[in-house]
């Protein structure tokens, strides 16, 4: 069983298009993330929700808006896709405070043309 | 502001010797660090971490060291493996700040 499971694993789409990119975890744990590997390999975070509230918005474009309907879920949906938005998404899970080990899934590769 | 830094992008090793990866941080106010191994196509998997009451921590072939006054960490791995060929990044725990990694290929 995939702890953190994530889906599309490859995304191609065209610019100006909308896209979401799901997450899932069964690890019980009860803090979720989505790191953004940019063209220079930097793993950066975007989002850090912990029990279903946003606690961690780093400088990220309003197009991005994370869900998070429960705690084993948090979605990425991304509006009006452009050019840098290319990069490698992956979504992670953590238990309890920030600082614990953090468990990723495989990332989503989205490329925008 | 890039508050950890990994200035070497890459290394290559031969296998059955040591491999030295670093880790510069800037800020001191942390409780600890940790390493992360990346295949690719694959999201990164713990790999070992270290807290800053101690300046050594192992476990088998992985090692990392901890040397506060220079704010610098490095992960030691004997012997080296063709398996260990990945990218390896560390991050300061709790920030969720991660270095650009290193890619280290071990040659058989």
């Known amino acids: 069983d995939t702890a953190v499971s994530q889906t599309p694993k490859y995304l191609v789409t065209q610019m100006g298009n909308d896209k979401s990119i799901k997450c899932e975890q069964n690890?019980?744990?009860?803090?979720m993330y989505w790191y953004k590997q940019d063209s220079k390999k930097f793993l950066k975070i975007m989002f850090s929700y912990n029990n279903k509230e946003l606690i961690i918005n780093e400088t990220v474009p309003n197009r991005f808006s994370p869900k998070s309907p429960d705690k084993a879920h948090l979605n990425l949906h991304i509006n009006s896709l452009e050019l840098g938005d290319s990069a490698v998404y992956f979504c992670?899970?953590?238990?309890?405070?920030?600082?614990?080990?953090?468990?990723f899934g495989e990332g989503s590769w989205l490329t925008v043309v | 502001d890039q508050q950890v830094k990994q200035n070497s992008p890459s290394l290559s090793v031969q296998e059955g010797r040591i491999s030295i990866l670093n880790c510069d941080y800037t800020?001191?106010?942390?409780?600890?660090f940790l390493w992360y191994k990346k295949y690719p196509a694959e999201g990164p998997t713990f790999l070992i971490s270290i807290s800053s009451i101690k300046d050594k921590n192992e476990d088998g072939r992985f090692t990392v060291f901890l040397n506060k006054s220079a704010k610098h960490l490095s992960l030691h791995i004997v012997p080296s493996q063709p398996g260990d060929s990945a990218v390896y990044f560390c991050?300061?725990?709790?920030?969720?700040?991660f270095g650009q990694g290193t890619e280290l290929s071990v040659k058989p």
């Open positions: 992670a899970s953590s238990q309890g405070e920030l600082g614990n080990t953090i468990y």
């Open positions: 991050e300061k725990g709790g920030k969720l700040i």
């Open positions: 690890l019980g744990h009860d803090t």
């Open positions: 800020n001191s106010m942390f409780d600890y």
